[in-house]
Nanobody
């Protein structure tokens, strides 16, 4: 079992920044990726960013919609995976979730179907 708890959401004006944090605990040896996803009301869930956890360099993956604005990183000492979000836009408004994958699925790091464990989410609201 893997447990994930998100924090850091809030409200910000367009052009501003927020940093989300995902505290990861439990048996993480069986996971390969920690990902961040978002879902806005009436829209499908979208994979935002993911980071590989089994190597020190931690290869990162980003959705085209956030490339150059968002950055995912790991802090192994704190057992967190952070999502730094800059140049925020109103269309970034959503509930943001972190998730841990099931390596046996072997799917895309930005596909929700790849992930087995999910946090409860944190709301991000960007006003224009």
């Amino acid at each position: 079992q893997v447990q994930l708890v998100e924090s850091g959401g809030g409200s910000v004006q367009a052009g501003g920044s927020l940093k989300l944090s995902c505290l990861v605990s439990g048996y993480t040896a069986d996971t390969s990726f920690i990902g961040w996803f978002r879902q806005a009301p009436g829209k499908e869930r979208e994979g935002v960013a993911a980071i590989y956890t089994q190597t020190p360099d931690g290869k990162q993956h980003y959705a085209d919609s956030v490339k150059g604005r968002f950055a995912i990183s790991r802090d192994n000492a704190k057992n967190t995976v952070d999502l730094q979000m800059d140049s925020l836009k109103p269309e970034d408004t959503a509930m943001y979730y972190c998730a841990a994958d099931d390596p046996r699925v072997g799917g895309s790091p930005l596909s929700g179907a790849t992930y087995k464990y999910w946090g409860q989410g944190t709301q991000v609201t960007v006003s224009s």
